[in-house]
């Protein structure tokens, strides 16, 4: 394949005046700064509802679109806002930070105004008490296997004051059919608001999407491999996952120890119960991957292991630490996938802990894996250094879980990889003393960092817009392990500049990616 290049920035980082990025004018204009900038892929975060610690990763459903993306300016020009309503609500006071808390309660007190206006526009029309217009019910036909349940799952946890599924009363945790049908008929009105949001949504993004692709942009998404615990897939799924005798979850996932937390990840996720999947030729995940692949160009999957192997921890359990490997479904779930959806898109997100059976899952299913530049400089002939890149393979500078390049130099480089990138870089001598790897700077070491990602083997390079930026920790996206104060940052407005854009130009030109 043709060497190419893109830039990783999630919808909630870019500007606008409403808290959050979303699908605004501000969308479309990056749309136009990539292809001057000779890029070619816009690599986005899930862009599921969010849910605990407001991460994209743990989202309440595996099908549904975020709210907080729905552009609130399109709602105006539909005539269901006024500019008076914006106004009014508060979005937060830092306009390069996300403030989730304030996000919640303006977004949502907004989005049900849009609503109600909107029920308005079509009432009694052509005689009927609801008659809405044709392509919402075009939307919930086409999508009806998973908007009934998302719809009725919303409404019933806002009923349940947004707590988990799992403390709902017994009638509806246990999806009592006589329960869940009264339920309908009495809120008819709140799953209806859901139904709506979701219309909008996909409305909006298929324009994005329309538009991207028109400019020779194409969207690369990100699945998780899990669904949330708190999620209506859980709540829905039954036989899907592992369950003890109670109906509850009887294993989590997770990761065990490695370099980003010492105890492990507990992640909470419930797990898979691969034989179901296997007796049911995989159906749930193609539903899943031809949905996505609907939304999106290409599909990065997090968590790529887990379909060799994975962590699998005692539900019970208050560390990462005891938990033990699992043979996850290997090839089989990629031969049923491309039996029903041809051939797959997909790019392997193999970071971790990754042994020999996970090295040769990738290579028999042909996805191009991840090689990570701030993994390179521990020491070694390692994977990630930028001469045992292999083609098929995307090269990161960091992804989400890593700071930003300025920040890894200055605060968490070890001196053993200051030392080793510095002579690698040709940055200093190539046995450098402690006073030469001192003086250079962050900034050097970033456009040197850069230019080897450029310059990989790779076939794809997906390079953050926070190193591009030159930002420090500011830009850094997600912390892994820590709860709280992640996925906020945001790009100020006018980052994205005709400098800039010839800049990064140039730098592909040189290395044949634009």
Not at 178 to 203: C, P, T, V
Not at 297 to 302: A, F, G, P, T, V
Not at 475 to 503: V, Y
């Amino acid at each position: 394949m043709q060497r190419s290049a893109g830039i990783l920035l999630p919808i909630s980082s870019l500007p606008s005046p409403y808290g959050i990025g979303c699908f605004s004018q501000e969308a479309y204009d990056f749309v136009d700064w990539l292809k001057e900038a000779g890029q070619t892929y816009w690599q986005i975060l899930p862009i599921g509802p969010t849910g605990y610690g407001d991460s994209p990763y743990q989202s309440c459903s595996a099908f549904a679109g975020n709210p907080y993306f729905i552009d609130l300016d399109a709602l105006k020009a539909e005539g269901l806002l006024t500019a008076a309503q914006l106004k009014a609500e508060p979005w937060g006071k830092d306009p390069l930070a996300v403030d989730y808390g304030t996000l919640y309660t303006s977004r949502y007190k907004i989005l049900r105004a849009a609503y109600a206006a909107w029920c308005k526009q079509w009432e009694g029309l052509h005689g009927c008490a609801r008659y809405y217009p044709d392509a919402y019910y075009a939307f919930t036909l086409e999508n009806e296997g998973w908007l009934e349940d998302y719809a009725l799952y919303m409404a019933l946890k806002t009923a349940n004051g947004m707590k988990s599924w799992t403390e709902w009363p017994r009638e509806y945790r246990l999806r009592d059919g006589g329960a869940l049908e009264r339920f309908r008929a009495e809120n008819e009105e709140e799953i209806g608001f859901w139904k709506f949001l979701q219309y909008e949504f996909a409305a909006q993004w298929k324009k994005v999407k329309a538009y991207a692709n028109e400019k020779g942009i194409q969207i690369l998404g990100d699945i998780p491999i899990y669904v949330s615990a708190d999620s209506v897939d859980a709540w829905v799924g039954g036989p899907l996952f592992e369950l003890d005798a109670n109906g509850g979850f009887a294993r989590v996932a997770g990761c065990p120890p490695d370099y980003f937390a010492a105890d492990g990840q507990l992640w909470g996720n419930p797990l898979y119960n691969w034989p179901y999947h296997r007796e049911t030729g995989y159906a749930w995940w193609i539903k899943r991957v031809r949905h996505a692949l609907g939304i999106y160009d290409l599909l990065r999957i997090d968590h790529f292991r887990g379909f060799d192997t994975y962590w699998a921890i005692p539900a019970d359990s208050t560390t990462a630490r005891t938990g033990k490997w699992e043979n996850g479904p290997g090839m089989e779930l990629f031969h049923a996938l491309e039996g029903a959806l041809g051939k797959l898109p997909i790019i392997a997100e193999d970071l971790g802990d990754i042994v020999d059976s996970v090295r040769e899952l990738l290579a028999e299913s042909g996805f191009p894996g991840m090689k990570v530049l701030q993994f390179a400089f521990g020491g070694g002939d390692n994977e990630y250094l930028p001469h045992n890149h292999i083609k098929n393979s995307v090269v990161y500078p960091g992804t989400h879980d890593n700071t930003t390049l300025n920040d890894w130099w200055e605060n968490s480089a070890t001196k053993k990889e200051k030392t080793m990138a510095a002579a690698y870089l040709h940055l200093v001598p190539c046995r450098p003393t402690a006073k030469e790897v001192a003086a250079v700077k962050a900034d050097t070491a970033r456009v040197a960092l850069l230019r080897a990602a450029l310059g990989s083997a790779s076939d794809r390079a997906i390079i953050p817009m926070g190193d591009w930026l030159g930002l420090g920790e500011e830009a850094h996206l997600n912390t892994p392990g820590r709860l709280g104060g992640n996925w906020t940052w945001r790009a100020a407005a006018g980052f994205d500049t005709a400098a800039l854009a010839k800049e990064i130009r140039g730098e592909c030109e040189v290395v044949c990616r634009a």
